[in-house]
T-cell receptor, first 113, second 111 residues
């Protein structure tokens, strides 16, 4: 089955700096890679996703890159703000009927003012 | 309108009790899930239902029984609660090919 690893487990950056979180997956059949942000006391929220036919996707300060050959994908947050502080999860799915997302273990991002 | 709502938000109960958590989605999604998030924040799937049919049943003690009366509802019943069941339980739903929409979670504490 799919196995998703995520690094680092914790990340502290100064406000205004960039943050990068990296994930690797094991199943070459996976073709959908979402990223979730979980704030304290809330459920995870989808912030960006990428499909395997695309190498990069950007949405304002957030971007995701995918390297299918190496089976890794990364989340990039530029110009970080204190409200970006949260736990971030990557996930991988084969996007089929009854799809099961396998989540990475999470990265706790702290943006220091 | 809350897209995926689960109740209760907090549940404190004694060992050995039976409890239920309810989940409803108004997104028209066909697939619903229960995930368990442990103290280290790890998200692990428990069950998945597609249009009331059980699709995924991970290695979960049979004290946990999901029930889907219709495709908008997926409830979780837990018998004979144990200390190790303490966690946050998330309901989620998805349309085929899309990302999950999660509920806000139910924090279960077994004392």
């Amino acid at each position: 089955g799919e196995n998703v690893e995520q690094h680092p487990s914790t990340l502290s950056v100064q406000e205004g700096d960039s943050a990068v979180i990296k994930c690797t997956y094991s199943d070459s059949a996976s073709n959908y890679f979402p990223w979730y942000k979980q704030e304290l006391g809330k459920g995870p929220q989808l912030i960006i996703d990428i499909r395997s036919n695309v190498g990069e996707k950007k949405d304002q300060r957030i971007a995701v890159t995918l390297n299918k050959t190496a089976k890794h994908f990364s989340l990039h947050i530029t110009e970080t703000q204190p409200e970006d502080s949260a736990v971030y999860f990557c996930a991988a799915s084969n996007n089929n009927y009854g799809q099961n997302f396998v989540f990475g273990p999470g990265t706790r991002l702290s943006v220091l003012p | 309108d809350t897209a995926v709502s689960q109740t209760p938000k907090y549940l404190v109960t004694q060992m050995g009790n039976d409890k239920s958590i309810k989940c409803e989605q108004n997104l028209g999604h066909d697939t619903m899930y229960w995930y368990k998030q442990d103290s280290k924040k790890f998200l692990k799937i428990m069950f998945s239902y597609n249009n009331k049919e059980l699709i995924i049943n991970e290695t979960v003690p049979n004290r946990f029984s999901p029930k889907s009366p219709d495709k908008a509802h997926l409830n979780l019943h837990i018998n004979s609660l144990e200390l190790g069941d303490s966690a946050v339980y998330f309901c989620a739903s998805t349309a085929d090919g899309g990302g999950y929409t999660f509920g806000s979670g139910t924090r279960l504490t077994v004392v």
